[in-house]
């Protein structure tokens, strides 16, 4: 114990938040594990773990080694684990697959272990281990069959192991059909995640279960031998789910693990003369469920109202002992009708002796059972089967440390049951009386128990309402046999939750009841309320069952295992309840579990069991305890506590199958709904489809109706239509008549027109006529009135012819009688001035018109004035227009004369220079003498020099007429200096000219001004000539240019006459010349000095005045 | 109006969006069409648009008086001068004056010596105011192919120069002082800082009128201006060239640098400056009012 609590407090530490006292701790417990072998300190890791969830503890247990996890070869432990793999197995099926072939081994080893039975394995346990590795081979070949099948090739090849192939695994085999798997999977493909993604566990289970051939394990699409019964809970499914363990397990049990010591007890009990009646409570069951499932059943929704008969049909002298008892197991409760009920018991009845010596090996309880009880011929059998179990169950103790978590259910039946004998002793005497006076009430009530069984029922007791069915069949039970009713009762307790009775519920019934019928266990009871469990079952139990057992179980219980049973029932009923949707209407505590109930009743059925064993005066068992010594034999007790066991662990598993199978009950159910529904609505649609038809036929009718009425106003409408057609017909006949009449008439009037513009046309002739003869008579009547004018006229004229007649005859008279009248003569006179003024008067007209044409004539006069006043602006306008174009000629000229004054300037210039040259030659005298004889030269050259002048005067002319009057000033000096030249000498020839010009003037004169001008024009080229202005003032001006003029007109004329003298000749000639050269160029002036430059400034104002007058001149001379 | 009316009807707007001398020559052909030409009419053309140079020769000779208005004396006319020409041409190599070799520039300068009465009595070397009528003389050479042209050209040019604006010649320096102040005052200042406003180079731009100053083909529009009867144009271009030329004139610190750089002023831009200074003539003179 001290090292317990060691234990304890290194756990606690496990879990300390400190990570070194953690791992060291971990580490002391890992050392320990390794010295100590013994399982105790596993056991505690494991209760610790339960209780904690602590994974430090996990991590430990998983690393657990080789020592820990030693070959049990105990059958009950082994059976254990088989069926918690198997219930593993669809749970894990991904993670699983990497200890695919651990499960294989798994396999090969227990199915070898069945034949060879090692050691000293009580064949019971083998029958139970054969169960679970039969269970193996089904859930491993349905889940992984190519794999398995291979691994069954290569393993059941080898030669030592072909005895087990064929003694076991092949009879397993002949149980399966073949997989679907084989053919389209392989081994790859059964591993492959995404196969098992697709299915939940349950969905699993039934996979395997529907490759399986065995009836009870088979599940057909529907699942048909489980369904009746799950079908026949489904209007109360909410209950269904707390119930079912019950009833599940215990069919399942009953039929195919053959329930030791459910049913095969009751037809112990029941005695083996009535069979039928032990398996009525099933059969009637079946039997009264249908009306139910008439009610609301989904196999008949589902369209699976028969189930296979096959199985149930199975003959019960079959070959092999297998298809006998699971054909009877299966009978018992597959065959739905009615007959079932006695063709099963036959099968074991008749053929038990075949059975006796399969059932060894074939584990098949049921049947050894009932021909235990059935044939009383082999008690020694029994015995063996119970000897060992004696003998096992003294080995359970021993075991107790050991026993796994999965075992843990099992266990805890164990040791309830182990208690249960400890305590047997005492009680056994109380509890035979028990059964006997079940077993006594067993034969009679054979028709009680219908009548017990079918109030249930409506159909039954259809007066009873069933909530107080169970209270009212309590005291009918309890009046002919309150024991077995209240066992009953208890057994069918989870049936009456179909009409809203809890589980519970029940017991508590029968607690009530039981009180009420046996006061003989109010001592007990008192007992009960101390039991220290939670539950209130168990005092109930208690209650109605043995009053001191159920406190030494729970004792005992919570010694053994005092936190991991509870622990594990507590988490168990907890999840049930869970999933029981709270259906407990009384609200029961959670600690109530039903499973707990069921397992707490198979424990007290074996305890029943055995006490009725010890009770009964079987002669076998008598005859065998009284052999063995009397007391009752504690090895059977223990190879029954065994079997309990492996019972409850059996029954743990189907009830895992059953939860599957719940599982996927409701999901059919689910689908049942729907198709339900959708069966509604289809029937609605129908409905609804008829109701349209009918619609549419009415609207057909109405149709038709209204195509008739239709048709018959087409008709009308058609008369109709042809009548206004012939109307209209008529109508435009009538039309183009009156058309036609209308042409007509408008023909007519057309006449009438033409007539009438006749008549009109007519009449303005007449009218015109009228007119012209009306003209006509007014002007005859003008006419005739001017002619009456005349004629009065003519009246009045001859009138006054003849008063003048008269009057002139007077006047003659008068004027033949008065001859010289002088008035006469003014009269006369006065007619003379009438006419001379009249005469006047035509004169002054005659005069005034010749005024007017006068004026006009001024007018006229006027105008043309002014016309010519304007031509004459005209006319001045053109001459200034000339005259500016004249000017610009003019100017133009002039400026040529400028420059040709300037030439000769220039030309003068280097003529003085020369001069000045030549005189600077110091020639003066020889110029004098020269200048002498140049005189007399120049007499002498007078006459050629005559010939000579007129010959340049000629020559002027010529020039003048070639140069349009202009002369041109290098001629004369041209000429000059030819005279020059022919003068001889430059200095005589340079002086000719001027000598020509003054030849009468003295030398020294001539010298004098010569030198003054060469002087003037030394100093002032130009403007020192005014000096010698005097000198021949008259040759310049006009006047004197006139009077030259004159002169040389005289001279001319005298010229032939006389000879006048040379000088005056030379100086017309001079002159002459002068004037020629004057008038155009008046170059020949500067000879003379004076004249040049003088006139100079204004000579151009004097040119303007000139114009006319020299052009004049130029005309009349030439 | 109605020259007007022949005239393109767009030429206003031409002027107004800046297209100048389009229907100049048209209008300037008009005029010319005219007997007894217009004198005052191409004045103020002529002061107003650039003449083209095909009317140029034209233009200038009626308006300097070498021609007369009238075209049918043109003809005559124009034989009086190329006679007088010839006569003074004659004149002078008579005394051997001028021979073959002498430059036609001097020719020229004889010729207008001989014609005023002003000719030296030896040929010497010119004097400065001869180098005047040089420059002129070459400068109308290059714009006036025919020598009788030219030299009338030249000696009314000249005559023009020393008649008409003998007054107004003188007031020129002022005038550009005036203008260069309301142009560019700093300029002014600058110049007056550097005492150089008194010597530049104004014989130069007024009394050669930028005869080799500027290049001829710019030349000739400023000759435009004074043959029409303009010579303050002179100061604009004056003005105009120192405008131009201001960053350079402003970085001179020395009046005799100013002036040579004035006398000697890049060629390139004078175009530019013409027309600038045209422009700026019109600005401050106001444009010529078209009489017609």
């Known amino acids: 114990m001290a090292q317990q609590a060691n234990i304890g407090e290194l756990l606690s530490m496990l879990d300390s938040p400190v990570l070194s006292v953690r791992d060291d701790v971990t580490a002391v417990f890992k050392e320990n594990l390794s010295s100590d072998r013994g399982p105790m300190l596993v056991n505690t890791l494991v209760d610790y773990y339960l209780e904690t969830n602590s994974q430090p503890v996990l991590h430990i247990l998983t690393t657990l080694q080789e020592p820990h996890d030693k070959m049990d070869t105990d059958v009950i432990v082994l059976t254990t684990g088989v069926l918690v793999l198997i219930t593993m197995l669809p749970m894990i099926p991904q993670s699983g697959k990497q200890h695919l072939h651990d499960f294989f081994d798994i396999f090969g080893r227990l199915s070898s272990w069945c034949l060879k039975k090692p050691g000293h394995v009580t064949e019971i346990y083998l029958v139970h281990l054969h169960a679970s590795v039969y269970a193996l081979f089904h859930r491993l070949y349905g889940m992984y069959p190519c794999n398995f099948v291979s691994f069954l090739r290569s393993h059941y090849s080898m030669k030592e192991n072909l005895d087990t192939f064929e003694e076991v695994v092949r009879p397993m085999m002949e149980h399966v059909r073949i997989h679907p798997e084989l053919v389209t999977g392989s081994k790859d493909h059964e591993l492959d995640p995404r196969r098992w993604k697709r299915l939940e566990t349950h969905d699993v289970v039934i996979e395997c ?64 003369g009535q069979p039928p009646q032990t398996l009525s409570p099933p059969s009637t069951r079946l039997l009264t469920e249908p009306p139910q499932a008439t009610l609301w059943s989904p196999s008949m929704v589902c369209g699976m109202t028969t189930p296979p008969t096959s199985p149930g049909n199975v003959p019960p002298d079959l070959s092999h002992p297998y298809s006998k008892v699971f054909g009877t197991a299966a009978g018992g409760k597959g065959t739905p009708l009615g007959t079932p009920a006695t063709s099963p018991p036959p099968a074991p009845l008749c053929h038990s002796d075949d059975y006796v010596h399969i059932s060894l090996q074939q584990a098949t309880v049921p049947a050894p059972k009932k021909e235990e009880k059935t044939d009383s011929a082999r008690p020694c059998l029994h015995r063996q089967h119970h000897l060992p179990n004696d003998r096992g169950l003294e080995e359970l103790p021993g075991l107790k440390g050991s026993v796994t978590l999965s075992d843990l259910p099992g266990f805890l039946g164990d040791l309830a049951s182990d208690e249960d004998s400890v305590e047997k002793d005492k009680e056994e005497a109380a509890i035979s009386k028990e059964l006997s006076e079940i077993t006594t009430a067993d034969t009679e009530p054979l028709v009680p128990r219908g009548g017990f069984d079918s109030p249930f029922y409506p159909d039954s007791l259809p007066g009873c309402p069933r909530k107080t069915h169970s209270a009212t069949s309590g005291p009918q039970g309890t009046s002919v046999n309150p024991e077995p009713f209240n066992s009953s009762l208890d057994k069918r307790g989870p049936d009456t939750p179909k009409q809203a009775f809890t589980p519970i519920d029940l017991p508590c019934g029968g607690t009530h009841e039981s009180p009420a019928g046996d006061r003989e266990r109010q001592t007990s009871l008192e007992t009960n309320i101390l039991t220290p469990s939670p539950c209130k079952i168990p005092p109930q139990r208690g209650v109605g069952f043995g009053s001191g057992q ?175 057609h012939s109307q209209i017909r008529q109508l435009q006949h009538d039309r183009e008549e009156f058309y036609n009449q209308s042409q007509e008439l408008q023909t007519k009037l057309e006449d009438c027109r033409n007539m009438i513009a006749e008549l009109r046309l007519e009449l303005k002739k007449a009218n015109s006529k009228v007119c012209h003869t009306e003209l006509l008579l007014s002007q005859v009547s003008q006419k005739l009135s001017n002619s009456e004018s005349v004629q009065q006229q003519m009246e009045f004229l001859n009138r006054q012819l003849l008063v003048l007649g008269e009057v002139n005859e007077l006047y003659l008279e008068q004027l033949q009688s008065k001859h010289s009248d002088t008035t006469k003569e003014v009269e006369m006179m006065k007619a003379a001035c009438r006419k001379e003024l009249e005469k006047n008067r035509s004169h002054v007209l005659q005069q005034n018109q010749r005024l007017d044409t006068s004026q006009k004539r001024i007018l006229e006069l006027e105008s043309h004035l002014a016309k010519k006043d304007h031509l004459l602006l005209e006319q001045k306008k053109y001459l200034e227009d000339v005259k500016v174009q004249a000017r610009g000629q003019l100017q133009a000229a002039e400026s040529r004369y400028e420059a040709q004054k300037r030439i000769t300037q220039v030309f003068e210039l280097e003529i003085l220079d020369l001069y000045g040259r030549l005189e600077k030659d110091g020639l003066l005298k020889k110029l004098e003498e020269e200048k002498a004889e140049a005189a007399e030269a120049a007499e002498e050259r007078l006459a050629c020099c005559k010939d000579g002048c007129s010959d340049s005067v000629t020559d002027h002319h010529e020039e003048a007429s070639g140069h349009n009057g202009e002369t041109k000033p290098p001629r004369p000096g041209g000429a000059r200096g030819s005279s020059g030249s022919r003068g001889g000498g430059g200095g005589s020839s340079g002086g000719s000219s001027s000598e020509l010009s003054t030849p009468e003037k003295p030398p020294n004169q001539r010298a004098g001004l010569f030198s003054s001008r060469w002087e003037t024009t030394v100093g002032e080229p130009a403007t020192s000539i005014p000096t010698t202005v005097g000198s021949l003032p008259s040759s310049k001006s006009f006047l004197g240019m006139k009077a030259r003029e004159l002169f040389r007109n005289k001279s001319e004329s005298q010229c032939d006459e006389d000879s006048v003298t040379i000088s005056s000749l030379s100086e017309t000639l001079k002159t002459e010349l002068g004037k020629d050269l004057g008038v155009e160029a008046k170059t020949p002036p500067t000879l003379d000095g004076p004249h040049p430059t003088s006139p100079n400034p204004d000579s151009v104002g004097q040119l303007h005045i000139m114009d006319y007058n020299e052009t004049h001149h130029e005309h009349s001379e030439g | ?193 550097c005492s150089a406003l008194s010597r530049l180079p104004y014989d130069l731009w007024f009394k050669r009128c930028f005869a080799g100053c500027l290049p001829e083909s710019s030349l000739q529009r400023v000759w435009d201006k004074v043959v029409s009867g303009s010579c303050k144009i002179l100061v604009f271009v004056a003005v105009e060239i120192l405008l131009t030329f201001k960053i350079k004139v402003m970085a001179l610190n020395n009046a005799e640098k100013i002036t040579k750089f004035l006398e000697n002023i890049p060629q390139d831009s004078s175009d530019a400056i013409v027309s600038k200074a045209i422009d700026l003539w019109h600005k401050h003179c106001g444009t010529p009012v078209h009489s017609a």
């Not at chain 1, 609200?587 to 198979?602: G, K, Q, W």
């Open chain 1, 550 to 724: 159920p406190p030494p179980y729970d004792h005992l219980f919570e010694v053994a295992l005092p936190k991991t049973a509870h622990h594990f029932v507590s988490k168990k009923t907890k999840e049930l309840l869970k999933k029981a949707k709270g259906n407990t209407e009384e609200d029961y505590p959670p600690s109530t579990s039903p499973a707990e109930v069921l397992d707490r009743l198979i424990q007290q059925g074996a305890d029943a069991h055995s006490k009725e064993l010890s009770r009964l005066s079987l002669p076998s068992k008598s005859v065998d305890w009284t052999h063995f010594g009397g007391s009752p034999p504690s090895d059977e007790i223990r190879t029954l506590r065994n079997q309990l066991l492996l019972l409850h662990n059996q029954l743990l598993y189907e009830r895992f199958k059953r939860q599957q199978h719940a599982l996927r009950n409701r999901r059919l159910l689910r689908k049942v709904i729907k198709a339900a529904a959708l069966e509604e609505h289809n029937a609605a649609m129908k409905d609804q489809l008829k109701l349209q038809e009918k619609d549419i036929q009415i609207w057909k009718v109405s149709l038709q109706k209204e195509q008739a009425r239709y048709s018959q106003l087409q008709d009308q409408r058609d008369t109709m239509v042809t009548q206004l």
């Open chain 2, 1 to 193: 109006m109605t020259e007007d009316s022949q005239r393109n009807f767009r030429s206003v707007y031409y002027e107004k969006v800046g297209f100048r001398g389009v229907e100049e020559k048209k209008s300037l052909e008009i005029l010319l069409k005219d007997d007894r030409l217009d004198i005052e009419k191409l004045c103020t053309f002529s002061q107003r648009f650039p003449l083209p140079s095909m009317y140029r020769a034209l233009v200038w000779k009626v308006l300097l008086g070498i021609l007369p208005p009238h075209h049918e004396s043109h003809a005559q006319v124009m034989m009086y001068r190329k006679e007088q020409y010839c006569d003074v041409l004659h004149a002078l190599h008579v005394v051997r004056f001028v021979s073959d070799a002498t430059p036609q520039v001097e020719v020229y300068l004889r010729m207008y010596q001989l014609e005023s009465g002003k000719l030296p009595r030896s040929p010497s070397f010119p004097l400065p105011e001869d180098e005047v009528f040089l420059a002129i003389a070459k400068a109308v050479e290059e714009m006036v192919e025919d020598s009788v042209d030219c030299y009338w050209i030249i000696r009314c040019f000249v005559n023009q120069l020393n008649n008409k604006y003998r007054e107004s010649l003188p007031q020129l320096p002022k005038a550009f002082e005036q203008y260069l102040n309301l142009e560019d005052s700093r300029l002014l200042s600058h110049l007056k800082t």
């Open chain 1, 209 to 272: 279960a529907k490759i399986s051939l065995d009836p009870a394990e088979a599940s057909y699409e529907d699942g048909d031998s489980i369904s009746p019964q799950v079908s026949a809970r489904f209007p109360h499914r909410a209950a269904d789910v707390a119930t079912s363990p019950y009833v599940d397990t215990q069919n399942s049990c009953g039929s195919a693990t053959s329930t030791p010591y459910s049913s095969s007890r009751l037809t112990l009990l029941n005695t083996p």
